[in-house]
């Protein structure tokens, strides 16, 4: 059985605290727009059943937005490089020490390039991005 850390909560659930903790950081109507792609709007994954929390480093409280909005994206077959660059925007966002982040974003870098690619590529998961990826990746471009 695959670990599903969320089970009991329901989109809403995941709603409410995802854009609690954008609230929180001041993250912008871009990342929320993102927030509720993922889970009100794209069918195509059931955030209860398919994101069990940020691999190898488990959140086994309250899900992590950065972790979250990433496994939305590879799921979405809109993973890679940008995917990657938000993940490593997000989790700088969320306080995480710029070591520890930049180890996170090195080694899904490596997974991507040696692994995760290749079987989206054989899966036909590669999808053009979202226009609210598109926000985002403008608003964070805009940041720097």
């Not at 997974?111 to 985002?136: D, I, M, P, Q, T």
Request: hydrophobic share 40%; proline share 2%.
């Amino acid at each position: 059985m695959k670990y599903a850390p969320y089970i009991n909560w329901t989109r809403s659930d995941f709603n409410k605290h995802l854009k609690g903790v954008a609230n929180d950081l001041n993250l912008g109507k871009e990342i929320k727009a993102l927030i509720e792609l993922a889970l009100l709007d794209d069918k195509t994954w059931d955030p209860v059943k398919d994101y069990d929390g940020c691999t190898l480093v488990q959140d086994m409280y309250h899900p992590c937005l950065s972790c979250f909005i990433h496994d939305y994206l590879w799921s979405a077959g809109q993973g890679g490089k940008n995917a990657d660059k938000l993940f490593l925007w997000l989790m700088k966002k969320e306080g995480l020490n710029h070591a520890k982040a930049h180890r996170r974003y090195v080694a899904i870098r490596i997974y991507w390039v040696c692994w995760s690619k290749w079987k989206h590529l054989g899966k036909r998961n590669v999808n053009l991005y979202s226009s609210e990826f598109e926000a985002v990746l403008k608003y964070i471009n805009k940041e720097k």
